[in-house]
């Protein structure tokens, strides 16, 4: 069972900055893809940013141009480094890792509120 714990999540203002790390309890370097989903209230969860095997990324249209992901391997850790804060970012994120013929496994959420 991998267990992915993330952090860096909080109260930040309009505008603002946070960056998110999510650290997986056992190597990322052979992942099918890792990233961040969300989920706001009343809404479905969404992905936000995922890193393939390949290093290619994926971003929501939403955050494109705002937010960057980005891994290191030797920490089995991939960041989410989040620019430009907007209301509507606010949610929870969670972090999620695909690994071959093993599933996708979830962290269990960090909340960042973007808020003045």
């Known amino acids: 069972q991998v267990q992915l714990v993330e952090s860096g999540g909080g109260l930040v203002q309009p505008g603002g900055s946070l960056r998110l790390s999510c650290a997986a309890s056992e190597s990322i370097f052979n992942i099918n893809a890792m990233g961040w989903y969300r989920q706001a209230p009343g809404k479905e969860r969404e992905l936000v940013a995922e890193v393939t095997s390949n290093d290619s990324t994926n971003y929501a249209d939403s955050v494109k141009g705002r937010f960057t992901i980005s891994r290191d391997n030797a920490k089995n850790t991939v960041y989410l480094q989040m620019n430009s804060l907007k209301p509507e970012d606010t949610a929870v994120y969670y972090c999620?890792?695909?690994?071959?013929?093993?599933?996708?496994?979830w962290g269990q959420g960090t909340q960042v509120t973007v808020s003045s």
């Open positions: 999620t890792a695909a690994f071959p013929r093993r599933g996708r496994y």
